[in-house]
């Protein structure tokens, strides 16, 4: 069965201070991989997607960036962490398949302060 | 613009009292409509998709409807252990393929 991991669950960063979430996933092959923050009552929002080993589109310009660098690795990064990053980020998976439902990972709670 | 609005925003309910959570949607090509739920500091989870108007699915004490503007999620006799916020998103057909469209979520809470 497939399953996705996601790094650390909670994380206490200084403003300027670098940032790298790792999420993997087990038992599939060539999924499409996303990355969503979620800040408090507000929804869910796409950050970047994947739909292959070095193709990465971002949804909103921001202080983020994205790299899979193998098939089942999708890496959140920032060089220099601003307040306004703290939230809780999500990895999530699907087949590549159009319109199947996302699995997500546990989620990363960021506070930057 | 594309557009999911959940409502309320918060419930209460006494365990064993019904209700339902409404998702509005102004979206161009709608081609599913998802529920999840979402259990504090955790990822969402799973529940039903929707893809056609007058579908519905259920699952326990659950069950999700679809119309052409709106999907609701039925709760029939809630226990304590349904509190969670459930997620409804549409998927829509963009340039860069299927894009999910999340609304903020309805907190649900059922007390003994």
């Known amino acids: 069965s497939q399953t996705i991991h996601q790094w650390p669950a909670t994380l206490v960063q200084p403003v300027g201070s670098p940032l790298s979430l790792e999420c993997t996933v087990e038992?599939?092959?060539?999924?499409?991989l996303y990355w969503y923050r979620q800040a408090a009552g507000r929804g869910l929002q796409l950050l970047f997607y994947?739909?292959?080993?070095?193709?990465i589109s971002s949804e909103v310009p921001q202080n983020l960036s994205a790299s899979r660098p193998q098939d089942r690795q999708f890496i959140l990064s920032s060089k220099k962490l601003l307040l306004s990053d703290s939230g809780f980020y999500l990895c999530?998976?699907?087949?590549?398949?159009?319109?199947?439902?996302?699995?997500f990972g546990s989620g990363t709670q960021l506070s930057v302060l | 613009e594309d557009q999911v609005t959940q409502s309320p925003e918060a419930l209460r309910l006494q365990e064993g009292e019904s209700s339902s959570l409404n998702c509005s949607y102004t979206v161009s090509g709608l081609r599913g409509l998802f529920w999840y739920r979402q259990d504090p500091g955790k990822g969402p989870e799973f529940l039903f998709t929707l893809y056609s108007a007058g579908e519905e699915k259920e699952k326990e004490r659950l069950k999700a409807t679809l119309t052409k503007k709106e999907s609701f999620l039925h709760i029939t006799a809630p226990k304590p252990e349904d509190s969670a916020t459930y997620l409804c998103?549409?998927?829509?057909?963009?340039?860069?393929?299927?894009?999910?469209?999340f609304g903020t979520g309805t907190q649900l809470k059922v007390e003994l």
């Open positions: 994947s739909v292959g080993i070095g193709q």
């Open positions: 999530a998976w699907r087949p590549g398949r159009e319109n199947e439902k996302l699995f």
């Open positions: 038992g599939t092959s060539n999924p499409n």
């Open positions: 998103a549409a998927s829509i057909l963009t340039g860069g393929g299927n894009k999910l469209t």
